[in-house]
C-alpha cells in the first residue's frame, strides 16, 4: 500500500527566502507526481507534474524534482513572497489513483 | 476553459439526514475522481468514474455513500443516513484520461451536526 509523507508538517519564512518541500513515497513504482497548492477554503490548483520518466519540471519560481529510485521528491520555492502562504500537497499516480501525502502548512512573512 | 463546477460549496445538515453533491468536470474529461478531504489531512480518493463505468471504489463505505456519472458526464455523490465523521471537504476532479494531469473543484465543505 503506497504511504506518502511530507516533511516539514508546517514551515515558517522570512520572505525572499529559498525554501525546500520534501516528500516521500514508499512504492517507486509510479507513473507520475504531481504537486499541488491549497488556499484556505480553495480546491486544488496543480503546480508541477513529473512523470516518471522524468527528473524535474521548473514553472516560474517553481522547482519540482523526482527521484523515482529513492521514492523522494523535493519542491523548491525561489525567492518566496507572502502570496506563496498555502498547504502544498504532493500526491503520486499509480496510473489509476492519486495517493497524497497530509502537506506542509507554507507561511511567508512579511 | 471552464474548470470543473461543483455545488453547494457549503452544507450544514444534521447526523442521520442525507445530503448530495455535484460535479461538472471539464468538458471531453473522461475520468472523474471524488475525493474526501478531512481536515488536517491530505485527500483520499472515494471513487474514480472513467466515462461512466466505475474504475475503483474499494474506498468508498458503500453503506452510506453512493455515486453515479449517468451519461459519463457530471455525476452526484450521495451519503444517506450522514454520521458526524463525514464532516469533511468532498473534492471533485478530472482528467482528460487515467493517469493524466488532474485538475480539482472548489470542494463542498460538508459539516454534520
Excluded: M
Excluded at chain 1, 64 to 82: F, H
Excluded at chain 2, 27 to 51: C, D, E, M, R, V
Amino acid at each position: 500500500k503506497q504511504e506518502v509523507t511530507q516533511i516539514p508538517a508546517a514551515l515558517s519564512v522570512p520572505e525572499g527566502e529559498n525554501l525546500v518541500l520534501n516528500c516521500s513515497f514508499t512504492d517507486s513504482a509510479i507513473y507520475n507526481l504531481q504537486w499541488f497548492r491549497q488556499d484556505p477554503g480553495k480546491g486544488l490548483t496543480s503546480l508541477l507534474l513529473i512523470q516518471s520518466s522524468q527528473r524535474e519540471q521548473t514553472s516560474g519560481r517553481l522547482n519540482a524534482s523526482l527521484d523515482k529510485s529513492s521514492g523522494r521528491s523535493t519542491l523548491y520555492i525561489a525567492a518566496s513572497q507572502p502570496g506563496d502562504s498555502a498547504t502544498y500537497l504532493c500526491a503520486v499516480d499509480h496510473g489509476n489513483k492519486l495517493v497524497f501525502g497530509a502537506g506542509t502548512i507554507l507561511r511567508v512573512k512579511s | 476553459e471552464a474548470g470543473v463546477a461543483q455545488s453547494p460549496r457549503y452544507k450544514i445538515i444534521e447526523k442521520r439526514q442525507s445530503v448530495a453533491f455535484w460535479c461538472n468536470p471539464i468538458s471531453g474529461h473522461a475520468t472523474l475522481y471524488w475525493y474526501q478531504q478531512i481536515l488536517g489531512q491530505g485527500p483520499k480518493l472515494l471513487i474514480q468514474f472513467q466515462n461512466n463505468g466505475v474504475v475503483d471504489d474499494s474506498q468508498l463505505p458503500k453503506d452510506r455513500f453512493s455515486a453515479e456519472r449517468l451519461k459519463g458526464v457530471d455525476s452526484t455523490l450521495k451519503i444517506q443516513p450522514a454520521k458526524l465523521e463525514d464532516s469533511a471537504v468532498y473534492l471533485c476532479a478530472s482528467s482528460l484520461l487515467q493517469g493524466d494531469e488532474a485538475f480539482f473543484g472548489q470542494g463542498t465543505r460538508l459539516t454534520v451536526v
